[in-house]
């Protein structure tokens, strides 16, 4: 028994990191189940993707903003970068890649909370955009050197729901998110100049993103821990890009995505 466990805790560790990409690393959901007008909460986590920073303030009683942004770089935990060993012939897994990668996620939004006036069990409801701009670099130990530069901005609608306490908070959160890209690539062979290839694409993918998460503390301070999955339908454009671009990969987006991290809960209203 113990030995099929371990058999299907491997091939589900193996499904989630093959799913790798470097153009759409989705950021976490933001699950504040906020409680009252002037409420101010912040969470620094770090993800399977990034590092993730987050706040959310309550302007009215039902009435609240958000902002977020997540940062990945260079081999951090990207999975395709841990998976690229320097040597070419090794089989260790290490921490380096073959080039630079880098990926800047911005998104801001507006939303209702409290929708029930209930003092534990909570549902609200966001909307906003978000912005990303993503690059990488590989030249596999050759003579070519391949450039990949995304843009992309997004629209997103989420709904958030679960149980808040002082000591706990849980819940399920679950996202749509189209996104419209610009993306560039480019080959450049140091050994024949003739080679060479680039282009420019135009493509959109939607954004299917459920979320579970807890968090646990007590009153102002609690530790945060997330899982969540991101299902991407490609529209014709991507599919008839992936048959043009040397690596297709970069076109992908990561399929889960787990984070722990701290939120600090501050309340500004005067009493």
């Known amino acids: ?28 959901v933001n699950t504040p189940l906020l409680s009252e007008q002037g409420e101010i909460q912040g969470e620094l986590s770090l993800t399977t993707n990034a590092v993730q920073l987050g706040v959310d303030y309550a302007i009215t009683d039902h009435l609240a903003a958000m902002a977020q942004t997540n940062i990945s770089y260079g081999n951090f935990t990207n999975a395709y970068d841990i998976y690229t060993s320097k040597d070419e012939d090794s089989t260790l897994l290490d921490l380096t890649n073959w080039g630079k990668f880098n990926n800047r996620h911005y998104e801001l939004g507006v939303g209702y909370y409290n929708m029930f006036n ?4 909570k549902m609200e409801a966001f909307g906003g955009m978000g912005f990303c701009h993503a690059d990488d670099e590989n030249d ?38 189209p996104t ?16 060479n290839t680039n282009g420019t694409e135009h493509f959109a993918m939607f954004h299917i993103e459920p979320l579970l998460f807890l968090r646990l503390g007590y009153d102002h301070f609690k530790i945060t821990a997330k899982a969540g999955c991101s ?41």
């Not at 419209?180 to 080679?195: N, V």
């Not at 671009?245 to 889960?256: E, F, G, H, R």
């Open 118 to 121: 209930k003092d534990h069990f």
């Open 231 to 271: 299902f991407p339908v490609e529209s014709n454009a991507l599919q008839e890009l992936n048959d043009r671009v040397p690596n297709s990969m970069y076109t992908k987006s990561t399929l889960m995505h787990f984070s722990i991290g701290a939120c600090l809960i501050f309340d500004t209203k005067q009493k």
């Open 1 to 28: 028994m113990r030995k099929q466990l371990l058999l299907v805790i491997g091939l589900w560790c193996t499904f989630a990191f093959s799913s790798c990409s470097s153009m759409y690393i989705p950021s976490m």
């Open 180 to 195: 419209f890209h610009k993306f560039k690539w480019e080959t450049i062979d140091a050994a024949d100049p003739s080679q």
């Open 140 to 177: 596999y130990h050759t003579n070519v050197l391949e450039k990949y530069d995304s843009k992309y901005t997004m629209i997103f609608g989420q709904l958030n729901t679960g149980f808040s306490s002082k000591f706990c908070d849980f819940g399920l959160a679950f996202r749509l998110a």
